[in-house]
């Protein structure tokens, strides 16, 4: 039970850390792999756009249930004991940001690419000059990418319970605290982790918003 | 510039972060050795782990990860050797998880009563029922009548296993409960509090362990629901402590596990546990084998073991 404002406060930080993480990495997979789909011509090209769509809609418990499988003592990668861990937990809500942000990358280097492309060729940029040229044009989208990952794994419940553990300060995030206060009929205490919850997503979305606009100094 | 302007932001972003991360780190610094629990819900939920783990944790040093899912799942997590020691209550499963070798050896620690929750009215009357075989017939009779709608947890919980105990004692197996209508028989698959919220709001019946029943009473979200049939030795809830095998998973904390059971059943940790009262009453009732109750609050409990099924007598509630 979060009852005191220094657990209230180390699970906060716990799931800003967890859900910046997965959102860094799965940034940082899904940006170039986006771009990559978006700006290459090859075959197969629209069953593959198709597949990262529908992984929008990849259950965050199957994510879980994923990483538990490989993280488990009894699965492959069990000696590193990392089950019922943060980083565990990053995993598979990185798992779940992947597809967000590679499909909004997609989308959105794309439109940029026709408006543009045109215009670049003709001032003579080389190929390497031209995406990078799309990119920052695209920069919008791409924050909105990030923004749109973070929103799902700040929220989500599923895989975080199922790989975390819902651990006592060590792996109680915000939703796993929401779940817990709600199974045990805390409705109230509920409620507000659920306003600290949204208050610290008003925080990041706000500075990602400035950076979306470039305004921040 | 704008791109300095972005680095800036981008920078700041990242450091906000770290920072979070090293703040957490720089918090989990200088652990204790610790113990992997894994345990049902209603250990955890009710207050009582809270109120008994920190004594164990001092006497010993360490820190004890609780981690409070299904008694389906805690053995599953036994199973792949994720965790040290089980304390749940699902009895036959628990027999074969030994048997089969991933248990080291099984305890019994206490239980707890389940009882059968309805509307406040009884409609069926099963409050007049002469066993809780007999109130589950009700529930039958009544529910395919189109009189009565019973909720089951159906997710292979330590209540839903003990509900499908009862219904196989009127000769109904898992796959028979299974296809019982949904016109009377609701599967919700969810926890013991929404299951009781579901049946305050369907004026339905439910089998629910009593901590959870008081805990919905304690916040006022079931005023239209009562225990309508209770007592019976078939509706106890035993919990027993499984260390996790060390042979099979050489990694687990065997030292720590055994010294958590043992201490589990040992006179100490059995008072501890009577004396943990909740909602005005006694919620856990130890019996450990050779546990003799030693202080006076507990004059009226009855000591059972899983052979033995004498009636229970009044709760000691003060």
Known sequence: MVGTAAELIEVTVLSLYVSGMATILGSAIGIPLGALIGLKEFGGKGAIKTITYTLYGFPPVLSGLFIYFIFSRAGPLGDLGILFTPTAMILAETLLVIPLVTGITITSVVEVDKAIKDTVKALGATPKQSVLTVMREAWVGLVMACMVGFGRVIAEVGAAYLVGGNIDGRTRVLTTSIMLETRMGNFEWAIALGIVLLTVALVVFFFMRLLQEREML | ?318
């Open chain 2, 1 to 318: 510039m704008k791109k300095t302007t972005m680095m800036i932001a981008a920078i700041v972003a990242v450091a906000l972060i770290v920072g979070a991360a090293v703040g957490y780190l720089l918090l989990k610094e200088d652990e204790p050795q610790t113990l992997k629990l894994a345990t049902t819900t209603s250990t955890y939920d009710s207050g009582l782990l809270d109120y008994i783990l920190p004594v164990f944790e001092e006497e010993n040093d360490c820190t004890i990860d609780v981690i409070a899912v299904g008694s389906g799942a805690a053995m599953e997590l036994g199973k792949n050797g994720d965790v040290d020691v089980l304390l749940v209550h699902s009895p036959a499963a628990e027999i074969a998880f030994v048997a089969d070798g991933y248990g080291e050896s099984r305890d019994l620690v206490m239980y707890n009563n389940f009882v059968i929750v309805g509307p406040s009215e009884d409609p069926i009357g099963t409050a007049s029922a002469s066993n809780t075989s007999n109130a589950f017939k009700m529930i039958y009779d009544n529910g395919t009548a189109g009189d009565a709608v019973f909720i089951s947890r159906a997710d292979n919980s330590g209540t839903h296993t003990k509900e499908l105990s009862i219904w196989a004692t009127l000769g109904f197996n898992k796959t028979e409960v299974a296809a019982f209508p949904e016109s009377w028989y609701i599967q919700s698959g969810a926890a013991m509090g929404a299951v009781l919220d579901m049946a305050e709001e369907m004026n339905a019946y439910t089998l629910s362990d009593d901590a959870t029943y008081y805990q919905r009473v304690s916040e006022d979200l079931v005023p239209h629901l009562n225990i309508t049939y209770s007592g019976d030795s078939a509706l106890f809830n035993q919990y027993s402590v499984i260390p996790v095998n060390s042979t099979l998973w050489t990694h687990v904390n065997h030292t720590l596990a055994l010294a958590f059971a043992g201490w589990l059943v040992s006179q100490d940790g059995q008072d501890l546990i009577a004396s943990y009262e909740k909602y005005g009453m006694q919620l856990f009732f130890p019996n450990a084998e050779g546990y003799v109750p030693s202080t006076e609050s507990l004059a009226g409990v009855q000591v059972f073991s899983e052979v033995c099924v004498s009636a229970p007598t009044t709760r000691s509630g003060t």
